[in-house]
């Protein structure tokens, strides 16, 4: 029998978000099906209703007619803006260079506000084996120069991220597929190397957005999205101008956006405060008063998977030694970065990457406390006591030098020696991060834990940010992607986070909630978990109210 996702209503919007309530609390799929009355469903359709977290998929329309007010400009500032900024999806890194991409091109799926991956240019996506997965394509959407969008296009902008020139960040989690292929006008396959149930997720990652088959110009942003590029200068800014022939009826909204990197935070705010932009994102929560006094401008707080980390690389000594590692973990007063550097505006991490509150999250994990003592101890065994080493962060990290002072202070406490080299945010990302002995980093929500796992913790993945090395989480990597049975599934998960929590080499204190402010006038704008700018994509979802 057939496993199908279509872009039809199978259940209600209220039905949708009962069902995500009872997963959130522990019900199996099946029983969330039969709580809906759609038992007669479940064997067919089970895990392809099912996306990036656990949530049952509803259709989601694609009119926006009639909703919002159409026409205007505005100026949006993002957290950074260099020479590598880049409209190629295979390369983006930075929050930057995804919305840009949103505005630019459109996946086969896309997440909403709950993480759910809705159909996008896919109409249908079936499988009866969780490894050959059959994609029919939309009638009718063309690219910004007249293309018809074709299988052939998709197969290309898939494939690509395999051949190690193109230098995609997403190489390691598309190892696993095996084989991309038209199959018909409108129809393409695609093979996995083994099952993995959360395929429709993993195509809403905005590395996949969809270019035309041969692209080799990528500054010029040809794709089927809501927007066309009119001006692409990395580093100084972006010029998008609304897309007339948009395939989803009356959107967007906007005629323009311009959107320009500012990297230092105070800068932000003050540019939205004097009106010079419309939108900021990466707010401190130190700034979120002054915002709030403002009597034209609101604030969007936005609980996410979003963190801060501590980097130990292992390769290398000190982070060689398993002893200094875990040390660095009791030196992290989690509770006082929280309340200190995020304002409350974040919960309390446990050194893995799965956030509190998200599917699979392991809650039986032992917390890691704040012991300078139990440090010390773990110090002298290792033979570091009393060695001088640098940690190096920037102001373009969230909360990066406050907790990178508040780690120095508890750190003589324990007879260590920090120095904080504090870098400038131009040039953070390509020449220091993850290439110092200790060092701080930031990662943006992702949507699923084997998309988490794959391209950070994975032995081989490119962003490997510790060099940490463990086969035997790498083959529970593989064993959680094709494992069908949601409580085997579940506890694989669990043990994988045990395993990156007491041996990886990352300290994850909080998870931080994105906050982004915005001007009044404009309307629609609201969260999203996956990231700041509505998950990177508020540009056809806003609209100016002047």
């Not at 401190?284 to 008063?289: L, Q």
Request: net charge neutral; hydrophobic share 40%; with cysteine.
């Amino acid at each position: 029998m057939t496993k199908e996702i279509k872009d039809s209503a199978l259940i209600t919007g209220e039905e949708s978000l009962r069902a995500f309530e009872c997963l959130q609390h522990g019900m199996s799929r099946r029983d969330t099906l039969r709580l809906l009355g759609i038992a007669g469903i479940a064997a067919a359709s089970a895990s392809s209703l099912f996306g990036a977290a656990g949530k049952l998929l509803a259709a989601e329309t694609t009119s926006g007619a009639g909703v919002g007010k159409p026409g205007g400009r505005i100026r949006v500032a993002a957290v950074s803006g260099s020479t590598a900024d880049t409209l190629d999806p295979a390369k983006g890194s930075l929050s930057t260079d995804y919305v840009r991409q949103y505005m630019c091109y459109n996946g086969l799926t896309r997440f909403d506000d709950k993480l759910v991956p809705q159909m996008e240019l896919a109409e249908r996506i079936e499988t009866s084996d969780s490894t050959l997965w059959t994609i029919t394509l939309r009638k009718g959407v063309t690219f910004h120069n007249g293309k018809s969008l074709e299988p052939a296009d998709v197969v290309f902008s898939l494939s690509r991220h395999k051949d190690p020139a193109t230098g995609s960040k997403l190489m390691a989690l598309m190892s696993q597929f095996e084989e991309v292929k038209a199959t018909g006008p409108l129809e393409l396959q695609i093979r996995l190397i083994a099952p993995n149930v959360e395929l429709p997720s993993i195509l809403a990652v905005s590395h996949l957005l969809i270019v035309p088959a041969g692209t080799t110009d990528f500054a010029l942003g040809i794709g089927t999205g809501p927007f066309k590029v009119q001006e692409f200068k990395p580093g100084i800014r972006s010029l998008m101008v609304r897309n007339s022939q948009y395939w989803k009826p009356g959107l967007p909204y906007l005629d323009e956006i311009e959107c320009i990197g500012i990297s230092d935070e105070s800068s932000r705010v003050n540019a939205l405060l004097a009106g010079d932009v419309h939108v900021i994102t990466g707010v401190n929560p130190r700034s979120t008063n002054r915002i709030k006094a403002s009597a034209k401008h609101q604030v969007i707080d936005s609980p996410s998977g979003n963190y801060t980390d501590l980097i130990m690389r292992q390769d290398q000594m000190p982070g060689k030694s398993p002893e200094f590692t875990q040390a660095m973990k009791h030196l992290l007063d989690r509770e006082q970065i929280k309340s200190a550097v995020f304002r409350g505006y974040a919960v309390v991490g446990n050194d893995q990457p799965i956030a509190p509150g998200a599917r699979y999250f392991n809650a039986d994990l032992p917390q890691t406390i704040y012991d300078p003592q139990k440090a010390a101890f773990l110090l002298k065994k290792a033979g570091l006591s009393g060695i001088q080493i640098p940690i190096a962060t920037s102001a373009i990290i969230p909360g990066g030098v406050d907790i990178a002072t508040l780690l120095q202070q508890s750190a003589q406490q324990a007879g260590l020696k920090l120095t904080i080299n504090r870098l400038p945010g131009d040039g953070y990302w390509a020449n220091h991060w993850m290439k110092h002995p200790l060092s701080f980093g930031s990662v943006n929500p992702r949507p699923n834990a084997d998309v988490l796992f794959t391209q950070f913790f994975q032995s081989n993945a490119p962003w490997n940010e510790s060099g940490w090395n463990n086969p035997q989480f790498d083959q529970m990597l593989s064993l959680a992607r094709a494992e069908s049975d949601e409580a085997k599934r579940r506890q694989l998960y669990a043990d994988m986070q045990v395993l990156v929590s007491q041996q990886g080499g990352v300290g994850i204190p909080v998870f931080i909630s994105n906050i982004d402010a915005t001007d009044n006038r404009i309307k629609g704008y609201g969260s999203n978990p996956l990231g700041g700018f509505m998950g990177y994509m508020f540009a056809e979802q806003v609209w100016l109210d002047a």
